[in-house]
């Protein structure tokens, strides 16, 4: 079997002053990869949520089907009640080079 | 082949503080030029909020057209005063003049006008097809109706163009975003990135010669001494 390959988002709310709560995040993600894709795309995505701090979040997801979870984020309007966007700032293929990447 | 530059084809703000705003998320997305469908209550000082952040500012004019005569109206009155000039069809008479009509920048298909394309339409094509995000996050139909136009635009090669059609600076997308829904939806990802950047930037810069009198006619340049 095929080592499976990773691709790790960094995703930040706008606007920067805005205080995000996970599961509230997490629900908005999975919901709106469920719209555009449908549960098959949503397997072959295979989001995980990494880290998250007060604005900002990594998923990490199936390397080949990164766009699929772009496509989605773009998609989301509001969260948990509050109108806002989450920007994709970086994609990396280790979590290490992406927070690397984002203190530079 | 150098650098890509993406153009954001289409915002409409409602006051200059949230054009100023726009601005700055647009640079900070990574646009280095915006074209605006100026309110008519804001014509004056706009640029300078564009020179803060080093974006290209071009106008634009959005007709809503019935029938074949609007839209002739609308070329002939409009063409010479705004850079762009996008023809939002409400039937598929207007559609047919629209597409074809060598003054019109872009046609926007959007829900609440005429969303379809058929045989006859194809063959009259000229001019790029112009889709919005706006449109594409409003509802699930919309969505279809937009993944629908999209396959078909790749299937035959068509021109397409698309914008945010954003009012506030939180409607606004980075280029990487768009192209990877556009992508999704069924276009492949070159002619994505060409739908943000290529094919608007051609329009702006065939559009700014015309205006300013280096281009007499389409390939026809004046030579500079």
Request: charged fraction near 25%; hydrophobic fraction near 45%; aromatic fraction near 8%.
């Amino acid at each position: 079997m095929p080592r499976i390959r990773h691709r790790y988002v960094f995703l930040r709310a706008f606007p920067e002053d805005v205080v995000l709560d996970k599961s509230d995040v997490w629900r908005a993600i999975q919901s709106s990869l469920q719209y555009l894709v449908g549960a098959l795309g949503y397997a072959d995505v295979n989001p995980y949520l990494v880290r998250m701090q007060k604005n900002w979040i990594v998923i990490r997801c199936n390397s080949e089907h990164v766009r699929k979870l772009i496509a989605a984020v773009t998609l989301i309007k509001d969260v948990g009640g509050k109108t806002l966007s989450l920007d994709v700032l970086k994609v990396s293929g280790t979590l290490r080079a992406l927070l690397r990447k984002i203190k530079h | 082949m150098g650098k890509r530059k993406f153009v954001d084809f289409w915002i409409r703000p409602n006051d200059a503080d949230a054009l100023k705003e726009m601005c700055k998320r647009a640079f900070e997305l990574g646009y280095s030029a915006l074209v605006v469908e100026v309110p008519k209550n804001m014509s004056e000082g706009l640029e300078s909020s564009f020179y803060e952040y080093g974006l290209e500012f071009y106008k634009k004019a959005v007709v809503s057209a019935r029938t074949r005569g609007d839209v002739l109206e609308a070329a002939a009155r409009l063409r010479h005063n705004y850079d762009v000039l996008t023809v939002h069809c409400l039937t598929r008479d207007a559609a047919l003049v629209a597409l074809r009509d060598g003054r019109v920048d872009t046609v926007a298909f959007r829900p609440n006008g005429f969303m379809a394309f058929d045989r006859h339409m194809l063959s009259v094509t000229r001019n790029p097809i112009e889709l919005t995000l706006a449109d594409a996050t409003s509802d699930k139909a919309t969505l279809q109706k937009i993944r629908a136009l999209v396959q078909f635009i790749n299937l035959k090669g068509l021109s397409v163009v698309f914008s945010s059609c954003a009012s506030k600076p939180v409607e606004q997308k980075g280029p990487l975003e768009v192209a990877c829904l556009l992508n999704v939806l069924g276009l492949n990802f070159e002619r994505s990135l060409d739908a943000l950047s290529s094919i608007p930037s051609n329009i702006l810069a065939r559009n700014r010669a015309k205006l300013s009198g280096k281009m007499l006619q389409e390939g026809v340049w004046l030579a500079e001494d």
